[in-house]
C-alpha cells in the first residue's frame, strides 16, 4: 500500500483540514476476505489540531478471495449507518484505487475497540463473556427485526419471492459460483447441495437483512459493551434464522449456553426458533464456506507466478473441513 498516495487522497477528500498527514499507517493482521489498513490521521481545523482513526478496506491486488464484490459492504455499511445497528460509518468508495490501480477500495470511520476475542475468552471472565452474550443477542434481533426496506437494501439485493425462496435465491448464487471454479470433481459438494435443494425450509417467520457472517470475532467491543458489528459481505434478505447456524459455526455458544441464547433472542425478537431450520443452515454454512474457500483456488492462486499460503491453506483446509462436517451433519 502506497502511504503517501493515502493520504494524497485524504487530502482531496477533506479540503477544510489543514497541513493534514498519516501519522501511522499499518496492515491489520487477522481476516482474508479483504485487505484492512488502518491510518491515523493528524489535521488542523478552526485552529485545533484534531486526530482520527481510519479504516481502508481494499480487495487484494491478486484477485477476489471471497466471491462478492467489495461495494456490496460498502453498501451495508451505508445503509445501516444511523439505524439501530451500530456499524462504521463508511465515507468514501473507489472503484479503481488511487494508491492501487485496478483494485477497489473504500475507507470508513473506524470505531474505538477491539473485535479479537482473547479477552473474552481469558480466565476468569465468564460475566464479561455473558453480558456480551447478552448484547450479542439484542443486537442481532435488531438486525432481523429493521425494516430492511426502509433502509434501501431493496435496492440492491435480491428479494425472496416466497418462504422457501429465502434459502433457494442464495442456493443458486452459491451453487453457481461452486460449478463456475471446479478445479477438480467434488462430488460431497454436490451431494450436500442437493441435500439443501431437498430440505429447504417451507416456512420462514419473516424475511429479514441476514448479517451473513456472525460470530465472535466478528464484532468491535469496548469494556462490556459491543460498539460495532463487521463483515457484512454475506449479508443478503432471507431466513433470520440462518444467521444463528452461523453464529453458534463461530463461537458464539462459548459466550452462553445455546439454550440462554435462543430463549433470549426468542423474548427481544419474538421470532421462534426453530431448532430444525437452524440444523438445516449449520449444513448451508459448511456447504457455503467451502464453496467460498474453494473460488480463490482458481481466481488467486492457479496460474499465479507467486503462490499465496494462505489461500493454499483456505482450499486444502477449510474445504475438506466444512464438507466432512456438512456429511457429519446430514447423519454421514
Request: proline residues 5%; glycine residues 8%; charged residues 25%.
Amino acid at each position: 500500500m502506497d502511504q503517501e498516495r493515502v493520504e494524497a487522497y485524504f487530502r482531496e477528500r477533506m479540503p477544510e483540514a489543514e497541513d493534514l498527514r498519516i501519522s501511522a499507517f499499518w496492515r491489520n493482521v487477522g481476516g482474508m476476505s479483504r485487505q484492512t489498513y488502518f491510518a491515523d490521521l493528524e489535521w488542523n481545523e478552526h485552529g485545533q489540531r484534531q486526530k482520527k482513526r481510519f479504516t481502508v478496506r481494499m480487495d487484494h491486488p491478486g484477485g477476489l478471495v471471497v466471491p462478492v464484490p467489495l461495494w456490496w459492504e460498502y453498501r451495508c455499511h451505508q445503509a445501516l449507518y444511523g439505524t439501530e445497528v451500530p456499524v462504521a460509518k463508511a465515507l468514501w468508495y473507489e472503484e479503481d484505487a488511487p494508491w492501487e490501480p485496478g483494485t477497489s477500495s473504500y475507507i470508513r470511520e473506524t470505531v474505538p475497540g477491539i473485535s479479537a476475542p482473547t479477552q473474552l475468552f481469558a480466565a476468569g471472565q465468564e460475566e464479561l463473556r455473558a453480558k456480551i452474550g447478552y448484547e450479542f443477542v439484542e443486537l442481532l434481533a435488531r438486525v432481523h427485526l429493521l425494516d430492511w426496506k426502509k433502509a434501501g437494501f431493496d435496492q440492491f439485493m435480491e428479494v425472496p419471492v416466497d418462504d422457501r425462496d429465502c434459502a433457494m435465491h442464495r442456493w443458486k448464487y452459491w451453487k453457481g459460483i461452486l460449478d463456475a471454479n471446479q478445479v477438480e470433481p467434488r462430488p460431497v459438494a454436490a451431494g450436500l447441495y442437493a441435500w439443501l435443494r431437498q430440505n429447504a425450509p417451507k416456512k420462514v417467520d419473516r424475511v429479514s437483512l441476514v448479517w451473513g457472517d456472525v460470530g465472535v470475532g466478528n464484532f468491535i467491543f469496548e469494556d462490556d459493551r459491543i460498539v460495532a458489528l463487521t463483515d457484512w459481505e454475506m449479508s443478503h434478505l432471507g431466513d433470520p434464522l440462518k444467521d444463528w447456524a452461523s453464529a453458534l459455526w463461530r463461537g458464539v455458544g462459548n459466550l452462553l449456553p445455546k439454550e440462554e441464547l435462543f430463549r433470549h433472542y426468542e423474548k427481544v425478537s419474538g421470532i421462534k426458533v426453530n431448532e430444525e431450520t437452524v440444523h438445516y443452515y449449520t449444513v448451508w454454512i459448511n456447504t457455503e464456506y467451502a464453496t467460498i474457500c474453494n473460488f480463490p483456488l482458481r481466481s488467486n492462486y492457479l496460474g499465479k507466478d507467486e503462490k499465496d499460503a494462505t489461500i493454499a491453506s483456505l482450499a486444502l483446509n477449510i474445504v475438506y473441513g466444512c464438507l466432512d462436517a456438512g456429511l457429519r451433519e446430514i447423519g454421514y
